[in-house]
T-cell receptor, first 115, second 112 residues
Framework: NAGVTQTPKFRILKIGQSMTLQCTQD?????MYWYRQDPGMGLKLIYY???????DKGEVPNGYNVSRSTTEDFPLRLELAAPSQTSVYFC??????????????FGDGTRLSIL | AQSVAQPEDQVNVAEGNPLTVKCTYS??????LFWYVQYPNRGLQFLLK??????LVKGSYGFEAEFNKSQTSFHLKKPSALVSDSALYFC??????????FGKGTRLHILP
């Protein structure tokens, strides 16, 4: 059971370039999330999805887009990379069975630098 | 406003001593609370969660958490710290069915 898998693990982009951060989970979880982690700032929610075809903005969505065409995949796209988007990005998923106190499962992150 | 706070950026504890990592929260309704741990270059790993009615919750790796409704706290504890417990710890609270917010994290250093 692979859990939540993120690719790539590391990436360096130039300002203005675009890229897609991939996230896939094999646990059949309906809820999926994208966070960014900056030093001393905890995790900030970028976008989330409660199921295939449904996405919604989190706290810091500007500069990002997402799609959810399948239960398994939840890619995050950066259209015009900016230095402020240098961060570590985490994808997470959560099951909804058994009530809403189920924990999130995290991938190991993508470390992104914009130069 | 619904929130979660970890008042200490860093906690230092000698190996073998008890440790406490503090967390306070503010939510409407019953709280759904979690603790996660993050090791270097890894994602967050679930440690334990609050279950309504249990003031002391036991979790992974010998950790436990004490829930105090009157103080709106959910402190993480361990009776005897190990060097391998050194990591970044996050408290989290569910604020809506589909959303959880995280504290800023507390770095725990266990000194050999």
């Amino acid at each position: 059971n692979a859990g939540v898998t993120q690719t790539p693990k590391f990436r360096i982009l130039k300002i203005g370039q675009s890229m897609t951060l991939q996230c896939t989970q094999d646990m059949n979880h309906n809820y999926m999330y994208w966070y960014r982690q900056d030093p001393g700032m905890g995790l900030k929610l970028i976008y989330y999805s409660v199921g295939a075809g449904i996405t919604d903005k989190g706290e810091v969505p500007n500069g990002y887009n997402v799609s959810r065409s399948t239960t398994e995949d939840f890619p995050l796209r950066l259209e015009l990379a900016a230095p402020s988007q240098t961060s570590v990005y985490f994808c997470a998923s959560r099951e909804t069975g058994g009530g809403h106190n189920q924990p999130q499962h995290f991938g190991d992150g993508t470390r992104l630098s914009i130069l | 406003a619904q929130s979660v706070a970890q008042p200490e950026d860093q906690v230092n504890v000698a190996e073998g001593n008890p440790l406490t990592v503090k967390c306070t929260y503010s939510v409407s309704g019953n709280p759904y609370l979690f603790w996660y741990v993050q090791y270097p270059n890894r994602g967050l790993q679930f440690l334990l969660k609050y279950i309504t009615g249990d003031n002391l919750v036991k979790g992974s790796y010998g950790f436990e958490a004490e829930f105090n409704k009157s103080q709106t706290s959910f402190h993480l504890k361990k009776p005897s710290a190990l060097v391998s417990d050194s990591a970044l710890y996050f408290c989290a609270v569910r604020v809506r069915d589909d959303k959880i917010i995280f504290g800023k994290g507390t770095r725990l250093h266990i000194l050999p």
